[in-house]
Structures are given as structure tokens and as C-alpha cells.
């Protein structure tokens, strides 16, 4: 499981109650808070997993969140920010641990990757969890389609 602390800046691999891994990371530009629409900035907080793998992202290593869960979805579709169609295309996702749509107004292409070609610093991604480039090749080579994300705040 990969667990990342938003307010502590750190993400840990844990394999059967052991920390494996830990690093620094960088999140959104508006980082307080769970991710809610598109544009705001704000890094997800919750259950997902990773949905794809990106060995040649232009951030170096990228792992895909699977954003929008379920759980979102339905928040969202209770406060009338999508409709019945993208909620059961984000719920049949979720079912069978693929990628969900990332053309909702949620937002979505929220990635676990390395650092920007311009190598920024601080709270700067759109919504990723950013990491330094060895420690993205570090995390990529234990993790793969699946392995479960949770996003604490």
C-alpha cells in the first residue's frame, strides 16, 4: 500500500504492517483539502489505486491515481456536479479497478510522479503528488497496476 500524509508531506510504501519506503513529496498548488472540481488545485484525499503506469511521462515516472473514486462520484452526483451517466462510468471503473473517466468535472490525471522538467519546488502540481526522480524509480519498482493509494490529509 502506498500511504501518503498530505500535511506531513511524506509518502510511505507498506508491505504487511512494514514501512519499506518513505520520501518527501510536493502536492497541489491549494494542497488543504480534498480534491473536488477540476482547476481547484487541490490533491485527492481518500482510497484509489493505481490505474496505470508511465515509464516515458514527461515527469519522468508516472503512476495514475485512480481518481475519481466512487466515493467522489457519488458526492459529487449528490451535489448535482455530474450526472447519473459519468457517476456509473466512474462506479463501473472502481468495480473493476481500471481508470476512471478523467473528463468529469471532478478533474482527474492525478499521477504520483517525479519532478517537473523545470524542477520547481514547494506545493506546485495540479493536483499530483510529486516526488524527486530517484524516488519516483525507487516507489515504481516496487508498485504496479492495483496496489492500493490512500491519501490522508
Known amino acids: 500500500m502506498i500511504q501518503i ?61 485512480s481518481y475519481p473514486s466512487k466515493k467522489d462520484a457519488l458526492q459529487a452526483l449528490r451535489g448535482k456536479m455530474i450526472c447519473l451517466f459519468d457517476f456509473v462510468k466512474v462506479c463501473a471503473a472502481d468495480m473493476l479497478h481500471l481508470r476512471p473517466s478523467w473528463n468529469t468535472p471532478l478533474g482527474g490525471f492525478i499521477m504520483i510522479h517525479g519532478e517537473s522538467p523545470e524542477g520547481k519546488t514547494g506545493d506546485w502540481t495540479k493536483g499530483c503528488v510529486a516526488l524527486c526522480d530517484a524516488d519516483i524509480e525507487k516507489l515504481a519498482s516496487f508498485c504496479k497496476r492495483g496496489e492500493q493509494v490512500i491519501i490522508l490529509p
Request: with cysteine; net charge positive.
Open 5 to 65: 500524509e498530505k500535511s506531513q508531506r511524506t509518502l510511505k510504501l507498506i508491505r504487511n504492517g512494514e514501512t519499506l519506503f518513505c520520501c518527501r513529496i510536493m502536492l497541489g498548488e491549494n494542497p488543504i483539502g480534498p480534491k473536488e472540481r477540476e482547476g481547484d488545485g487541490k490533491t485527492p484525499e481518500g482510497f484509489y489505486r493505481i490505474c496505470s503506469v508511465n515509464r516515458q511521462s514527461k515527469f519522468h515516472i508516472s503512476l495514475g491515481v
